[in-house]
C-alpha cells in the first residue's frame, strides 16, 4: 500500500485530456511538501516530468501540467499523443523523514 | 554526455550480499547528493537511500536501515550500495538517481537503466 494513491489506470483518446490524481495526508502533501511527477515507459528509466508541483524541466512538452490543493496534486495531459502511453508516479516527502511515491498510474491512449 | 550507468545486480541467495555501483559522467559529480530507488517487478517506484556531497550524511528508509549502505567515491565519480542479509523481497531492479533539493523536499532529475536484482535459491 502506497503512501500517496493513486488511480491504476486512466485512458483517453488521441488529442483528448487526461488528468491523473495523486492523493496523499497531513503528513506528506497537506503538510505542504511540493509533489513531483515521473513518466515512465515500461522497460526504461523513469524520467522527471513535473518538479514543485508545476514546473517542467527543460525539454518537457507543455502539454504536460501539474497541480496541487489541499492533500492531493494531480497531472495534467493535453493533446494526448501514442507516446504519452506511459506508467506515471507522483513523489512528495512525508514527516517520517522519507521520500515516498505513489503507487503508480498506467496511462493508455486509446 | 550527462548519464549514471548501474552495475553489480545478478543472482543472489537469501541470506546473501551484493554491491551496486553507479558511474556518474558528464557532469560535475562532487556537486549533487545521490540516491538508490528501486522498483519491484510488476511494482511501482521505492526510495531507497540518500547520500550527501562528501558521503557524511545518509538517510534510508525505515525497512532497509542495518541491511543498506550507501556510499560514494568521488575520486571515481562513482555512487554505490551495499546490501547484506537479502531477501526475497529485494529483488527489484535498483536505480541510481540524481537527487535535487527543493527544501526539505527533494526529486530526482537523472536516472540510470538500472540494474536487476534477483534474490532467490
Known amino acids: 500500500q502506497s503512501v500517496l494513491t493513486q488511480p491504476p489506470s486512466v485512458s483517453g483518446a488521441p488529442g483528448h485530456r487526461v488528468t491523473i490524481s495523486c492523493t496523499g495526508s497531513r503528513s506528506n502533501i497537506g503538510a505542504g511538501y511540493d509533489v513531483h511527477w515521473y513518466q515512465q515507459v515500461p522497460g526504461t528509466a523513469p524520467k522527471l516530468l513535473i518538479y514543485?508541483?508545476?514546473n517542467r524541466p527543460s525539454g518537457v512538452p507543455d502539454r504536460f501540467s501539474g497541480s496541487k490543493s489541499g492533500t492531493s496534486a494531480s497531472l495534467a495531459i493535453t493533446g494526448l499523443q501514442a507516446e504519452d502511453e506511459a506508467d506515471y508516479y507522483c513523489?512528495?516527502?512525508?514527516?517520517?523523514?522519507?521520500?515516498?511515491f505513489g503507487g503508480g498510474t498506467k496511462l493508455t491512449v486509446l | 554526455e550527462v548519464q549514471l550507468v548501474e552495475s553489480g545486480g545478478g543472482l543472489v541467495q537469501p541470506g546473501g550480499s551484493l554491491r551496486l555501483s553507479c558511474a556518474a559522467s558528464?557532469?560535475?559529480?562532487?556537486?549533487?547528493?545521490m540516491s538508490w530507488v528501486r522498483q519491484a517487478p510488476g511494482k511501482g517506484l521505492e526510495w531507497v537511500a540518500n547520500?550527501?556531497?562528501?558521503?557524511?550524511?545518509?538517510h534510508y528508509v525505515d525497512s532497509m536501515k542495518g541491511r543498506f549502505t550507501i556510499f560514494r567515491d568521488n575520486a571515481k565519480n562513482s555512487l554505490y550500495l551495499q546490501m547484506i542479509s537479502l531477501r526475497a523481497e529485494d529483488t527489484a531492479v535498483y536505480y541510481c538517481?540524481?537527487?535535487?533539493?527543493?527544501?526539505?523536499?527533494?526529486?530526482?532529475?537523472?536516472w540510470g537503466r538500472g540494474t536487476l536484482v534477483t534474490v532467490s535459491s
Open positions: 538517481a540524481r537527487l535535487r533539493w527543493l527544501h526539505p523536499n527533494w526529486y530526482f532529475d537523472l
Open positions: 514543485g508541483n508545476i
Open positions: 513523489q512528495s516527502y512525508d514527516s517520517s523523514l522519507s521520500g515516498v
Open positions: 547520500i550527501n556531497h562528501d558521503g557524511g550524511e545518509s
Open positions: 558528464g557532469f560535475t559529480f562532487t556537486g549533487y547528493w
